[in-house]
């Protein structure tokens, strides 16, 4: 299946204002996003930086990538000349390298950090206290290429309603809670893909990242 642009426009349709979609084209061929950018999709999300250093120089370049993997520190520099928004800032040292190369280039880049609010222990991100001790002190001025813009979380793969909206409840508290300390830049909270977006919106969700949904089931 290519991309299914009337589920998009269903699911735009059925957003509250300020919410907005990243649609997860990881795995998918260059067709299926120029198929997607046709319709009026800008914001691609992508999980590998090999597979987005070979996507981004032939397509559009109004595209704004959002880079939502797992980012090893070594790879930041391939993708920091055009990267949109980085979802997933789990390490303090990959702060520093985001740093580093960001100041190279005499830019800024957004980054969103990971928070863990999922019961499963193999997810990235940090815990809700690690958070909060470590954004509540002046992050900005050791950080001054990086514009500090939100949270990521990712809740649980189970089909239990209530455990899903504790997890993203959680990550919109930290969200609230660190609000006044990071300053206007601060206004993207996101969380919610294919399976649960409705209840990541009721939740106060911002930015969904929806791939399956829009692309088809991926191998
Ligand atoms: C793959 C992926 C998505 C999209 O998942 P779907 O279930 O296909 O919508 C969202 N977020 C992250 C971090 C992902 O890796």
């Known amino acids: 299946m290519a991309f299914n642009a009337k589920v998009y426009q269903e699911i735009s349709a059925a957003l509250p204002a300020g919410v907005a979609i990243v649609a997860v ?13 046709a319709e009026g999709v800008r914001d691609f999300g992508e999980n590998y930086v090999q597979e987005l250093m070979e996507k981004q ?29 980085i979802h997933g800032v789990d390490k303090v040292s990959l702060l520093d390298e985001i740093q580093k190369q960001a100041a190279k280039l ?20 940090f815990s809700s206290d690690e958070a909060i001790e470590l954004f509540s002190a002046a992050i900005q ?14 809740a649980s793969f189970l089909d239990d309603t209530e455990v899903l909206k504790s997890e993203f409840g959680e990550a919109k508290r930290i969200f609230d809670h660190l609000a006044p300390i990071m300053g206007s ?12 977006w409705q209840l990541a919106v009721q939740e106060g969700s911002t930015l969904l990242r929806i791939g399956s949904t829009l692309f088809g089931s991926r191998n």
Do not use: C
């Open 106 to 125: 005499g830019k800024k880049i957004a980054v969103l950090i990971q928070l863990h609010v999922a019961q499963e222990e193999t997810k990235f991100g």
């Open 25 to 37: 084209s990881k795995t998918k061929p260059i067709q299926d996003l120029q198929d997607a950018y």
């Open 57 to 85: 120089p032939v397509l559009p370049a109004d595209i704004r990538w959002h880079f939502i993997g797992h980012l090893q520190s070594n790879k930041v520099k391939y993708i920091a000349p055009y990267v949109h928004l």
């Open 141 to 154: 001025e050791k950080y001054p290429n990086i514009v500090f813009s939100g949270i990521m979380a990712m």
């Open 185 to 196: 830049e601060w206004n993207t909270l996101s969380m919610g893909m294919s399976s649960d």
